[in-house]
């Protein structure tokens, strides 16, 4: 079993929708979780960091689930520039660890 | 420079040749990453240094795959011999320390293709 699991897609969506993704992981050492956001060919870049208490960031949230092992993001009102891959990311190690998921795809349609 | 910077950015090389990729991380920045990612693939941790030394070496998938830091800087990564399955792109990555929640910052990463 991979130590962070997300569903691959890819999830097309209308602008304006409301999307989720959910990732798992397996390794309950994990410390600390953020999302990364990767366009085509391009570098993952960081979206923002998860915190069980939720974090919010304008139309995007964050949510942790320590109990159930699992990383939610909710994107609202999709954008056409939403389109790219969404990589869950958990770290071990003190921090020295960051293991990626394979990523969710997301294409946000006219 | 403003950003991590790798070279070269794109390498076609012959099965069998060795090649050496070079990461420049962010001015400051103690902790180097590097991570492989295949065509389609999700990213896959090779190895990590803080400073010049790699406490995790762990993700190097063979000896023919080696990494060095010198002057707590510029790192480069070799690979020996290659094969056509080591064609992928090598990011690089770091951090301003290993702590958690340091923010690592990727560069564009090497695109090497064995033919």
């Known amino acids: 079993r991979k130590e962070v699991e997300q569903d691959p897609g890819p999830f097309n969506v209308p602008e304006g929708a409301t999307v989720a993704f959910n990732c798992t992981y397996s390794n309950s050492a994990s410390q600390s979780f953020f999302w990364y956001r990767q366009d085509c060919r391009k570098e993952p870049k960081l979206l923002m960091s998860v915190y069980s208490s939720g974090n919010e960031d304008g139309r995007f949230t964050a949510q942790l689930n320590r109990a159930s092992q699992y990383i939610s993001l909710l994107i609202r009102d999709s954008k056409l520039s939403d389109s790219a891959t969404y990589l869950c990311v958990g770290v071990t190690g003190g921090g020295n660890k960051l293991t990626f998921g394979t990523g969710t795809q997301l294409k946000v349609e006219l | 420079g403003a950003g991590v910077s790798q070279s070269p950015s794109n390498k076609v090389t012959e099965k069998g040749k060795d090649v050496e990729l070079r990461c420049d991380p962010i001015?400051?920045?103690?902790?180097l990453y590097w991570y492989r990612q295949s065509l389609g693939q999700g990213l896959e941790f090779l190895i990590y240094f803080q400073g010049n030394s790699a406490p995790d070496k762990s993700g190097l998938p063979s000896d023919r795959f080696s990494a060095e830091r010198t002057g707590g800087s510029v790192s480069t990564l070799t690979i020996q011999r290659t094969q056509q399955e080591d064609s992928a792109v090598y990011l690089c990555?770091?951090?301003?320390?290993?702590?958690?929640?340091?923010?690592?910052?990727f560069g564009e990463g090497s695109w090497l293709t064995v033919v």
């Open positions: 001015s400051g920045h103690t902790a």
């Open positions: 990555a770091s951090s301003i320390s290993s702590g958690l929640g340091n923010t690592i910052y």
